[in-house]
């Protein structure tokens, strides 16, 4: 039989005064490193920030609260011209009734037409009869008005034209 044995080698131990020894420096004194400045200059760059932020929060609330301020206003105005503008459209309403104007006229000396009378464009003729009308009170005085400021007379036209009743139904 074959028998196997290992080889040994014999363990090799380091001698331990063979080491190289090499000279230490000594202790000596080294100068601080430079640091790369002041913290100052940031610490107040962040405080300027924060400082503008703020400021400029402060100043568009306080517009926001004038602007709050003037829509209200406005509202409010808009609400009275609103009112004002009904007032006046009823207003208009009720002087424009036949009986609101009867009564003006007759504050201003008119009295109704009792047979009226037309005339014939063609023919220049006066159709019908009128009479006079009764006075009711005092004869209102007419103002005079200057001639730059008074209103021109209508003018006829000599246009040849059909009178066709109150308007042009048979045109």
């Known amino acids: 039989m074959a028998s196997t044995s290992a080889v040994h080698a ?3 131990r380091p001698v331990r005064g063979s080491r190289r020894h090499t000279a230490r420096p000594g202790l000596t004194i080294v100068a601080s ?3 790369a400045g002041s913290s100052m200059p940031f610490t107040l760059l962040c405080t300027l920030i924060v400082a503008a932020t703020l400021a400029a929060l402060l100043y ?3 517009q926001m609260s004038d602007t709050s301020y003037e829509i209200t206003r406005l509202q409010g105005q808009s609400q009275r ?3 004002e503008g009904q007032a006046l459209a009823e207003t208009n309403e009720r002087l424009g009734t036949p009986q609101e104007l009867e009564r003006q006229a007759r504050e201003i000396g008119m009295v109704p037409v009792t047979d009226p009378a037309y005339i014939d ?3 220049g003729e006066i159709i019908g009869e009128t009479a006079p009308a009764e006075q009711t009170g005092a004869n209102p005085e007419l103002a005079q008005v200057p001639a730059e400021v008074a209103v021109p007379p209508a003018q006829i036209y000599d246009e040849p034209s059909a009178y066709h009743g109150m308007g042009n139904e048979g045109a």
């Open 10 to 12: 014999p363990a090799i």
């Open 33 to 35: 490193p430079k640091t």
């Open 60 to 62: 568009l609330n306080i």
């Open 81 to 83: 011209l609103t009112e």
């Open 121 to 123: 464009l063609d023919t």
